[in-house]
């Protein structure tokens, strides 16, 4: 196994984001879709949706619980929001495959999850989507992540799986056809592959990288130390922030920062890896203002432009 790359801001600098040219329009910048929220959580997908802009998007839709729709459309007037029939449990119903999917042509990335319900309606949505965003830069975070472990689960359904798997019969070797990011801490990845929680702290980087592996898919492994795994080996990883950084809807806002980055044009692994840095980065900001403990997760985002003007190769 090599020995993962640290996250410093020597290596973004040498790793350079795409940067849209000077006439560009919003459609130049990068286009984002972000499907995500209930009636219960229409906070996160707000979140998430601001970070993608402060992180340099140019267009925004967002996908959300047709009950909550109108309040997202007015907290956030920059984007265009749709709202999906929804569950008895407030998950989507399976109707928003068919009509986001009509969006495909139109986007350059995709986050699904920050706030979402019914983890049952959530995979099947996740298994229809992927399909239709094929080539598309797509993340799944929260809720959204629960589809590997429900497809394991749903064997017995493999018409939700044949567009998904190299082979949809074998649940022991679950493969994503393309790459997708997933985004767990060490709880969520402890419930996705059964190992225990404390095992998969103590060694992250054995456990990101068999994640990888596994599913063929980009995992960023949050915690104290982050680690970030790709399929083919390559890993890096980030020590930074602090404790603030543990509170409800930090995760959201890291999530639309590495989407909004996505869309720009930057690959899995380098919005994963840019997006990481930055958001423990504006958790350092926050502290000097506020203190370790007690800034919001809705003030992290705000720290995000000037961060990427910091951290510009010079």
Same mark, same amino acid.
């Given at each position: 196994?090599?020995?993962?790359v640290?996250?410093t801001?020597?290596?973004?600098?040498?790793?350079?984001?795409?940067?849209?040219?000077?006439?560009?329009?919003?459609?130049?910048?990068?286009?984002?879709?972000?499907v995500?929220?209930?009636?219960?959580?229409?906070?996160?997908?707000?979140?998430?949706?601001?970070?993608?802009?402060?992180?340099?998007?140019?267009?925004?839709?967002?996908?959300?619980?047709?009950?909550?729709?109108?309040?997202?459309a007015?907290?956030?007037?920059?984007?265009?929001?749709?709202?999906?029939?929804?569950?008895?449990?407030?998950?989507?119903?399976?109707?928003?495959?068919?009509?986001?999917?009509?969006?495909?042509?139109?986007?350059?990335?995709?986050? &699904?999850?920050?706030?979402?319900?019914?983890?049952?309606?959530t995979?099947?949505l996740?298994?229809?989507?992927?399909?239709?965003?094929?080539g598309?830069?797509?993340?799944?975070?929260?809720?959204?992540?629960?589809?590997?472990?429900?497809?394991?689960e749903?064997a017995?359904?493999?018409?939700?799986l044949?567009?998904?798997?190299?082979?949809p019969?074998?649940?022991?070797?679950?493969?994503?056809?393309?790459p997708v990011?997933?985004?767990?801490?060490? #709880?969520?990845?402890?419930?996705?592959?059964?190992?225990?929680?404390?095992?998969i702290a103590?060694?992250?980087?054995?456990?990101?990288?068999a994640?990888?592996?596994?599913?063929n898919a980009?995992?960023?492994?949050? #915690?104290a130390?982050t680690?970030?795994?790709?399929?083919?080996?390559?890993?890096?990883?980030?020590?930074g922030g602090?404790?603030?950084?543990?509170?409800?809807?930090?995760?959201?806002?890291?999530?639309? &920062?590495?989407?909004?980055?996505?869309?720009?044009?930057?690959?899995?692994e380098?919005?994963?890896?840019? #997006? &990481?840095a930055?958001h423990a980065s504006?958790g350092?900001?926050?502290?000097?203002?506020?203190?370790?403990l007690g800034?919001?997760?809705?003030?992290?985002?705000?720290?995000?432009p000037?961060?990427?003007?910091?951290l510009?190769?010079?």
């Open positions: 196994m090599s020995q993962p640290d996250i801001a020597r290596t973004l600098r040498a790793w350079a984001l795409p940067e849209p040219s000077f006439d560009d329009d919003k459609e130049g910048r990068g286009s984002i879709l972000i995500g929220g209930s009636r219960e959580m229409p906070g996160a997908v707000m979140l998430a949706a601001t970070a993608a802009l402060r992180s340099g998007a140019g267009k925004l839709t967002m996908a959300t619980a047709a009950s909550v729709a109108p309040l997202v007015t907290a956030i007037p920059e984007s265009r929001v749709i709202g999906l029939a929804e569950t008895a449990s407030g998950g989507f119903t399976l109707d928003a495959a068919r009509r986001l999917g009509d969006l495909a042509a139109k986007v350059d990335a995709v986050l &699904i999850g920050p706030g979402m319900q019914d983890d049952a309606a995979a099947e996740v298994h229809a989507l992927l399909p239709r965003f094929a598309k830069p797509i993340i799944l975070d929260a809720a959204a992540m629960g589809a590997v472990g429900a497809q394991q749903n017995d359904e493999p018409h939700l044949a567009h998904v798997l190299d082979e019969k074998d649940m022991e070797h679950f493969r994503f056809r393309e990011l997933l985004t767990p801490h060490a #709880g969520e990845l402890s419930h996705l592959t059964g190992r225990g929680k404390d095992e103590a060694a992250p980087i054995d456990a990101a990288l994640a990888a592996r596994r599913w980009v995992v960023a492994l949050k #915690g130390t680690v970030l795994a790709a399929p083919d080996g390559r890993l890096w990883q980030h020590q602090n404790v603030g950084l543990a509170i409800s809807g930090s995760g959201d806002a890291l999530a639309g &920062i590495i989407a909004g980055l996505a869309a720009r044009g930057a690959t899995l380098q919005a994963a890896a840019w #997006g &990481i930055l504006a350092e900001q926050l502290s000097i203002r506020y203190g370790v800034y919001l997760a809705r003030e992290i985002s705000a720290e995000v000037a961060l990427l003007r910091t510009a190769p010079a």
